[in-house]
């Protein structure tokens, strides 16, 4: 065994601090570029699959240097044979002392720039980040009524989910049964002035990848929000970059590769007038101290199908004509968080805490409306200090941040949706997030009621300033109907008449009103439930597996129905699980 050999060339004499002596290992020189060659691949490797953007107000980068540091240190600590013996420990801890001290220098970076970024110190600033008009809610927001209710969506991003599974079946035709499932992330959009859903597509697993790679995603998912329809896009050479994808094709490495420094959101899907596939990337920057107010100052646009990028500064997004088909610039959750900053913080942090004098924030939930083609956030707004009514609302435009707050006191969501299935409670239906419309200068919340497979069944309006004031109905034109009724019954006037008011089809136009039916049979089956301060009765009858309504008002001998009684209804239709009845006989 060769004898350990001690450096005492050192200004130390070869000794460390408290006399112990410090013995490096045979061929350091070797060792440590080892040492420094492992830590590169390491590196290399890190970066390929976290990607980081080099960027000072980057946290991710800061992270990234330190678990490199780190990953020098206990690869010299390997390779200096502390390990095997512990009189190279010394050594080992001496060799690490300059990157400990740099990782100790970066932790102090990071949590100072916490600090100069807080909203303790800089409750201020964060409450001017997004600059918020007061709107007047008649004049701004247009009549439903008016238009038919042609551009409301009636399906939420579960039936959307039902919907997109069972569009994949088109997908055989294309010869790739099995091959891919759905992406579990919908992007709501206005397709030709129409709101649409879509879903994008993802190998089914890597085996899969290996197999379909060089053909790629052959298709996305558009569904239409008003006929429910679901329809496969085929793209011509496929979708080439996704967020779903592998290694080189995987959009956020596409992305940090071309822009190693830009502060990145999570990309949203979209397509132009044409249905080309685009994926839409938000540049971010850090605009209150050194981490906080994040904010949107442009985007980077990448072709699907070819990877092209191009980069828009915010001002080209807002006012270039030729990207009004653009929708989503700023996601949901960057634009709720930018308003509970400026609702909670402009009286200063401890205000928001103690006082709570004039602050509010927004509900637990929010939605989309379309307006003038572009896409809209709702949400609403509640004071900090009663959190069980609804101040107002915001409307926040999604591709210029342009924000509305609207005022208006009522309930909130979830009263309104608790209201909607007390309306159905028989059928233990679900009601989807409200939708704030305007029927007749009423805001009024819309909801689809959905069923334990989340498919639309019914509808129901609530009125936001006395909930108690509600409707459902089968089809829209029913609820609508039932709903302006109600609010012609509690005083309300109106200026639209309901024989303006056209059914829905799938082909969005309008139809002519059906004839009256005469349907006759025994009663199998009789429930009852109390609407809006009405007795309801719902009978079924041996000829249909349908429920037909009858208000107790409009025909009191309903009262004294049994089972096995023979009796007539004139109705519209003979579709629909819940049909009203227009005439007893």
Same mark, same amino acid.
């Given at each position: 065994?060769?004898?350990?050999?001690?450096? &005492?060339?050192?200004?130390?004499?070869?000794?460390?601090?408290?006399?112990?002596?410090?013995?490096?290992?045979?061929?350091?020189?070797?060792?440590?570029?080892?040492?420094?060659?492992?830590?590169?691949?390491?590196?290399?490797?890190?970066?390929?699959?976290?990607?980081?953007?080099?960027?000072?107000?980057?946290?991710?980068?800061?992270? &990234? &240097?330190?678990?490199?540091?780190?990953?020098?240190?206990?690869?010299?600590?390997?390779?200096?044979?502390?390990?095997?013996?512990?009189?190279?420990?010394?050594?080992?801890?001496?060799?690490?002392?300059?990157?400990?001290? $740099?990782?100790?220098?970066?932790? /102090?970076?990071?949590?100072?720039?916490?600090?100069?970024?807080?909203?303790?110190?800089?409750?201020?600033?964060?409450?001017? $980040?997004?600059?918020?008009?007061?709107?007047?809610?008649?004049?701004?927001?247009?009549?439903?009524?008016? =238009?038919?209710?042609?551009?409301?969506?009636?399906?939420?991003?579960?039936?959307?989910?039902?919907?997109?599974?069972?569009?994949?079946?088109?997908?055989?035709?294309?010869?790739?049964?099995?091959?891919?499932?759905?992406?579990?992330?919908?992007?709501?959009?206005?397709?030709?002035?129409?709101?649409?859903?879509?879903?994008?597509?993802?190998?089914?697993?890597?085996?899969?990848?290996?197999?379909?790679?060089?053909?790629?995603?052959?298709?996305?998912?558009?569904?239409?929000?008003?006929?429910?329809?679901?329809?496969?896009?085929?793209? @011509?050479? +496929?979708?080439?970059?996704?967020?779903?994808?592998?290694?080189?094709?995987?959009?956020?490495?596409?992305?940090?590769?071309?822009?190693?420094?830009?502060?990145?959101?999570?990309? #949203?899907?979209?397509? @132009?007038?044409?249905?080309?596939?685009?994926?839409?990337?938000?540049?971010? @920057?850090?605009?209150?101290?050194?981490?906080?107010?994040?904010?949107?100052?442009?985007?980077?646009?990448?072709?699907?199908?070819? +990877?092209?990028? /191009?980069?828009?500064?915010?001002?080209?997004?807002?006012?270039?004509?030729?990207?009004?088909?653009?929708?989503?610039?700023?996601?949901? !959750?960057?634009?709720?968080?930018?308003? @509970?900053?400026?609702?909670?913080?402009?009286?200063?942090?401890?205000?928001?805490?103690?006082?709570?004098?004039?602050?509010?924030?927004?509900?637990?939930?929010? %939605?989309?409306?379309? $307006?003038? =083609?572009?896409?809209?956030?709702?949400?609403?707004?509640?004071?900090?200090?009663?959190? !069980?009514?609804?101040?107002? &609302?915001?409307?926040?435009?999604?591709?210029?941040?342009?924000?509305?707050?609207?005022?208006? %006191?009522?309930?909130?969501?979830?009263?309104?949706?608790?209201?909607?299935? +007390?309306?159905?409670?028989?059928?233990?239906?679900?009601?989807?997030?409200?939708?704030?419309?305007?029927?007749?200068?009423?805001?009024?919340?819309?909801?689809?009621?959905?069923?334990?497979?989340?498919?639309?069944?019914?509808?129901?309006? /609530?009125?936001?300033?006395?909930? %108690?004031?509600?409707?459902?109905?089968?089809?829209?034109?029913?609820?609508?109907?039932?709903?302006? %009724?109600?609010?012609?019954?509690?005083?309300?006037?109106?200026?639209?008449?309901?024989?303006?008011?056209?059914?829905?089809?799938?082909?969005?136009?309008? #139809?002519?009103?059906?004839?009256?039916?005469?349907?006759?049979?025994?009663?199998?089956?009789?429930? #009852?439930?109390?609407?809006?301060? !009405?007795?309801?009765?719902?009978?079924?009858?041996?000829?249909? =597996?349908?429920?037909?309504?009858?208000?107790?008002?409009?025909?009191?001998?309903?009262?004294?129905?049994?089972?096995?009684?023979? /009796?007539?209804?004139?109705?519209?239709?003979?579709?629909?699980?819940?049909?009203?009845?227009?005439?007893?006989?």
């Amino acid at each position: 065994m060769d004898p350990i050999k001690v450096d &005492f060339s050192s200004k130390d004499g070869g000794q460390g601090k408290g006399g112990k002596v410090i013995i490096p290992p045979e061929k350091k020189g070797i060792k440590i570029l080892i040492n420094i060659i492992v830590t590169l691949i390491a590196a290399g490797i890190g970066y390929y699959f976290y990607l980081p953007a080099m960027n000072f107000k980057s946290v991710d980068m800061y992270i &990234f &240097f330190a678990a490199v540091l780190l990953v020098y240190c206990a690869v010299n600590y390997l390779t200096s044979g502390a390990l095997k013996t512990p009189d190279y420990a010394p050594y080992a801890k001496k060799s690490a002392r300059i990157p400990t001290i $740099i990782i100790a220098l970066i932790v /102090v970076v990071v949590v100072i720039g916490f600090i100069i970024s807080s909203v303790v110190f800089r409750a201020k600033s964060y409450s001017k $980040i997004i600059d918020v008009e007061p709107g007047n809610f008649v004049s701004e927001v247009s009549d439903s009524s008016d =238009d038919s209710f042609s551009s409301v969506p009636r399906i939420d991003s579960d039936t959307t989910s039902v919907l997109a599974q069972r569009a994949l079946s088109d997908l055989s035709e294309l010869g790739y049964v099995s091959q891919f499932t759905v992406q579990p992330s919908y992007t709501q959009i206005n397709y030709k002035n129409v709101p649409v859903r879509l879903a994008t597509l993802q190998y089914s697993n890597i085996i899969k990848w290996f197999t379909n790679r060089d053909t790629r995603i052959p298709a996305y998912i558009r569904i239409d929000t008003i006929t429910q329809k679901a329809e496969l896009v085929k793209v @011509d050479g +496929g979708i080439q970059y996704s967020t779903a994808d592998h290694f080189a094709h995987n959009l956020i490495r596409h992305l940090r590769f071309k822009y190693p420094t830009y502060l990145f959101a999570e990309p #949203t899907f979209e397509t @132009d007038d044409n249905g080309n596939p685009y994926w839409i990337t938000a540049k971010l @920057d850090k605009t209150i101290g050194l981490f906080g107010g994040t904010d949107v100052v442009g985007a980077v646009i990448c072709n699907a199908a070819t +990877g092209e990028c /191009v980069e828009y500064s915010l001002e080209q997004l807002r006012n270039d004509t030729s990207l009004e088909w653009i929708d989503r610039v700023y996601s949901a !959750e960057l634009l709720v968080e930018q308003y @509970d900053y400026y609702g909670s913080y402009q009286g200063g942090f401890w205000n928001s805490i103690l006082g709570q004098k004039d602050t509010y924030s927004t509900t637990e939930g929010y %939605s989309y409306l379309a $307006i003038n =083609d572009d896409v809209y956030l709702y949400t609403g707004v509640t004071s900090l200090t009663n959190d !069980e009514s609804l101040t107002g &609302f915001t409307l926040i435009n999604m591709r210029t941040k342009e924000a509305k707050y609207y005022t208006i %006191s009522g309930a909130k969501e979830s009263s309104a949706q608790t209201s909607a299935e +007390g309306l159905v409670q028989q059928y233990k239906y679900t009601a989807s997030f409200p939708l704030l419309l305007n029927v007749d200068g009423e805001p009024t919340y819309f909801m689809s009621l959905k069923d334990s497979s989340n498919l639309v069944k019914m509808y129901a309006l /609530v009125n936001v300033g006395q909930y %108690s004031i509600c409707a459902e109905g089968s089809s829209l034109t029913e609820c609508i109907e039932n709903y302006l %009724s109600e609010l012609s019954k509690n005083g309300i006037k109106l200026n639209v008449s309901t024989d303006n008011i056209a059914e829905e089809n799938d082909s969005n136009s309008n #139809t002519e009103k059906p004839k009256a039916i005469e349907v006759t049979g025994k009663i199998t089956d009789i429930r #009852t439930a109390v609407i809006g301060g !009405e007795s309801v009765y719902y009978f079924k009858l041996d000829t249909s =597996d349908s429920y037909y309504s009858v208000k107790a008002s409009a025909a009191q001998k309903v009262i004294i129905f049994n089972t096995g009684d023979t /009796v007539t209804f004139t109705v519209d239709t003979e579709s629909g699980t819940i049909i009203p009845v227009n005439e007893v006989k």
